[in-house]
């Protein structure tokens, strides 16, 4: 079943009182690590501290793999904020879970793939957040590297920076639970962030 633009709205209304209630977004001047600034931050890191909602967005990302019916046999976790919604949402999929690592270990058997994976398997890719892509494709990389086959990538918040598009470039599909711009007007009708604030972010947004 297809996911609309308003199935996104709507998941993004809901998260949006998530993220407040768990201080997971803030506003203000912060230098992202690419170096830019930005009005905003979120920090989905947080989000395992308050359990209740911590399942709840994990219980909206299964649904969503249920909705788009996902083909795929494993899930692999983007390390290291992937890792706790990656492990939570395979355990509500009853899906086997493994994690993908940018390199492989120095000692061992120098894996760039944790936890058992057969050549051919379909992967779903799991991460927090998503702005340009890059440590999704890394983990990408690597799991086709060990003969892994990976379609799908869902992302509990999309920051709407070019990463969809990177991904497509990939032959990637992008599944999100929510979008960073519904959820800004969300808190605005909600009167949790001045106008102000609101329309900055959304010229932020406009710029990218």
Known sequence: ??????????????????????????????????????PYYVDLRLLPSYPELFDRVATMAAELVRQAEMDFDLVSAVPTGGLPFGTLLAHKLEAPLTYARKRGKSHGAERKVEGKMEEGDRVLVVDDIITTG??????????????????????????????????RQQGLELHKVGDIGPVVRELREAGKISRKMSDKVKKYLAER
């Open 1 to 38: 079943m297809e996911n609309t633009a308003s199935d996104l709205t709507e998941r993004s209304q809901q998260l949006a009182s998530i993220l407040y209630q768990s201080s997971c977004l803030d506003f203000g001047e912060f230098t992202l690590t690419s170096g830019k600034k930005s």
């Open 134 to 167: 890059g440590s999704i494709l890394e983990a990408v990389e690597s799991i086709r590297a060990n003969k892994g086959r990976v379609e799908d990538v869902l992302v509990i918040l999309d920051r709407t920076e070019g990463g969809g598009e990177n991904l």
